[in-house]
């Protein structure tokens, strides 16, 4: 069964409001993408036009009423500005989902995306059934690994083409945590 999540839902962090995507997170995610090597442990492209990202805001808008993908805006409780995005997205597998995220440029280092991590870990597993939540990032990618390894993940394997690049394979590494290592976690 698909989980209901009405598109109004938000999470509250410490410092942050997690929300549904909106329009008005466009010109950010635009700004994020025109620094130097932004998007090279990522899968997308930087787009090459603001308004490319026009459409996967509208998939985001019917992956999260599918149930399939819930991708949120982190955003500044108090400007509603964007600090980054994080999405949770259901795989093949039973009840096994799969976490992905960005922090703006200007706002990482600053924990944020450790905060949201925690947070949307604690939504898989508590409103989405999860119980296994994945992550995988690119090798090279040490604030990526390091944000995975802060919140708890574990190293399940290498993947030697993980995906490709301007024409290159990536290796990567997959990462996990399960529903029963994550309540002991929290202990
Ligand atoms: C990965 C990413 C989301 C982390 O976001 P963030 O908000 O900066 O994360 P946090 O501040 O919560 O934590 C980052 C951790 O990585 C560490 N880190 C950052 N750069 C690092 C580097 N080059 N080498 C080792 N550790 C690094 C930080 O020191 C911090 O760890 P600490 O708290 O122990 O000091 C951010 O770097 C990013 O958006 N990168 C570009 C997009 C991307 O690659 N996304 C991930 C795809 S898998």
């Not at 399939?68 to 597998?93: E, H, Q, W």
């Not at 703006?104 to 924990?111: S, V």
């Not at 574990?154 to 529903?179: D, S």
């Amino acid at each position: 069964m698909q989980p209901v999540i009405p598109l109004d839902f938000t999470i509250e962090t410490a410092r942050c409001l997690l929300r549904c995507p909106s329009a008005a997170d466009i010109p950010d995610i635009f700004s994020a993408t025109r620094f130097a090597g932004f998007n090279n442990g990522m899968q997308w492209e930087p787009p090459a036009t603001i308004e490319e990202l026009d459409e996967p805001l509208r998939e985001n808008l019917l992956e999260w009423e599918s149930g399939k993908t819930f991708c949120l805006t982190i955003a500044d409780p108090v400007s509603d500005c964007l600090i980054g995005r994080i999405g949770i997205r259901r795989t093949n597998r039973v009840d096994v989902w799969n976490l992905g995220f960005w922090t703006h440029p200007e706002h990482q280092g600053q924990g944020y995306m450790t905060e949201a991590a925690i947070a949307v870990i604690e939504f898989g597993f508590e409103r989405l059934g999860a119980t296994r939540i994945e992550a995988s990032y690119a090798l090279w990618n040490k604030a990526s690994q390091r944000t995975l390894e802060k919140v708890g993940m574990r190293l399940v394997r290498y993947i030697p083409h993980a995906f490709q690049k301007r024409g290159r394979w990536i290796e990567a590494n997959k990462m996990e945590i399960t529903k029963q290592e994550w309540f002991k976690h929290e202990d």
